[in-house]
């Protein structure tokens, strides 16, 4: 019941707010926060690309989208993106998989700042989401479709690519942020940026901790709760050392703690623990020359990222125990060399080398007696090439191709391509796409070395994708038209034999479409309605589950998303997320048995008060409707959470 009058009362007030709004203009060109943007960088390696040339799908999540939504996590942000499905095993800092038109977690290559994230240690070299807290971003960008011709291996459903703040004269000063909330969540954040001379610079830090909720469903009788806690530091540094010459060092630093619970109706344990640390760095020095023509860019980076798991007995389980620990690292040196060939046309040339290590030690005790399993240190190198031509064709049509080759130590070398055009019409106000391409997925370290599990004769897999669709964006007009049909083959997968070891055996095929309609609403705020449908196919030959669907992608997903401006000093946001039912597996069986998981809607709302330029109120409600659902099977899911805060800045 008092859960009821907070959402009265946090309605009621938001509903009074815009019953006194004055007719003055919104903070911002309200279109203008989901519109199409001018600028990304993650379509082409060569630097800023004008949006208007880029063939692939994207979307661009930008700071003003974080901030008026209240999200604290990439997860959360990610969930509105129209082709991903984003699934989590019970809450903040817990296992959080992304699968891209369908394509597997293995499958999506993530970066930080430039910095490859992907853990490989892990077993198929995913990136767990649930470790990453959104700290001074700037903006994230989703590339969608293979592009493994320009990014290498992982790169088979797209790539995320998350950006931080950059200092500089615009966004000086110091911000301070604190929140409060459900479950005794305490957040508490700081960012400093600025510029001095040549030199500009950005800090952030993060502590984020809560009680939590149980991480095994309460639908089935699990009370227990399931805490975690995350600090996240970054910084970024810049300096023009001469007129052509700059430097630039990333630090990102994260370490995340969660309690666990396992899989199963009667999941509850009050002793299994996880944790997890990664560092990724990079520095960049580029060069300009012959007059800002060609432009050389040096990087070197590395992600080294230790986890530990860790399950002690207890009385529900006395005879039970393991303890699982990995230490991995991945180094990369690039050299990308962008030539502007005239006008219209650039080439770039690149050149990368990248050397992966992994450890990994397990142990357990059971009624079956004990085990232990461990490999390493491994590693695996891989030497590229790989060139990109861009070039425009006429006023109105731009074109890009691209052509790469990786040569591994082990399973010997890969060639992916990828090719692409969009042709403008009526000033462009209307533009069609066109893209396809190759993409390659390595065998782990663990699938290639695990003594049980692990086979050194393992091939690449691989994928053919392709996609077709059109922008719609009259210049004067309030409203914004997109749509795209994708297809996609997955051959080569790895799975495993009758005695469980890694093996080249399995396919799959997903094709779909992804609609969005956006614009503004008079001078007072904007809206978005976004639609995916997703049509995966196991064809796996001889696989019990051939014809099937691919597990935990829902065929149906739709999101809308709202923000007004009652007054200059105020906005107000809901987020309505619509999954679709999908099929998972029952492991609590044997042989595992297949469920479809229900369909769910969730409803979010948002407010932001800002009583000064220094000072700003918010608060948001999530899971207003207080919806019951699962997104793994018997795992939980937050009920309606409530939560507020400061932000001061200076």
Known sequence: MKSKRYAALFLGLGLAVSASAQDGQSPQDSLKLYDFPELVVTASRAGETPYSEVASSMTVISADEIEITGKTTVAAVLRQVPGLDVVQSGGPARRTSVFM????SDHTLVLLDGVELNDPTAVGNSFDFGTLFLNNIERIEILRGPQSSLY??????????????KGDANNAGLTLQGEGGSFSTQRWQGNYAGSSGKIDYSVGGLYNGSKGFSAASQAYGNTEADGFANISLNTQVGAQLSENLSTRLFVNWFDVQADLDQNGKQGDDPNYDYSQ??????LQTTLNAMEGRLISRLDLSINQISRETVDEKDAVRPDNSSRYTTEGSRTKANWLNTFAVNQGTTLLAGLELENEEATTAFSS??????YASSFGPERARTFSLFVQGNTSVGENMHAAASVRSDRHEIFGSKTTWDVSAVVRFAEDALRLKVSA???????????LNDPVFGNKELQPETSLGWDAGFEFAPGASPLRFSATYFQNNFENLIGSDSNYRAININKASTSGIEAVAFGRLGSKGSVRLSYTLTNSENKSEGDPNQGQPLLRR????AAF??????????????????????DDMDFSSWPAARVTLDPYTLVDLAANWSFSKALTAFARVENLLDAEYEEVLYYGTAPRAFYFGLRVSR
């Open 101 to 104: 038109r369908g394509a597997d």
């Open 152 to 165: 290498g291996s992982n790169a088979i459903g797209g790539v995320i690519n998350i950006i931080t703040r």
């Open 277 to 282: 640390t990664q560092l990724a760095t990079r």
């Open 365 to 370: 005790e059971s009624s079956f007696g004990p």
């Open 437 to 447: 391409g190759t993409g390659f997925n390595t065998p782990t370290l663990f699938e």
């Open 554 to 557: 829902a065929k149906h997903k």
């Open 561 to 582: 998303d709202v923000v007004v401006y009652p007054t200059v000093q105020t906005s107000v946001n809901i987020g309505v997320r619509y999954v679709g039912s999908r």
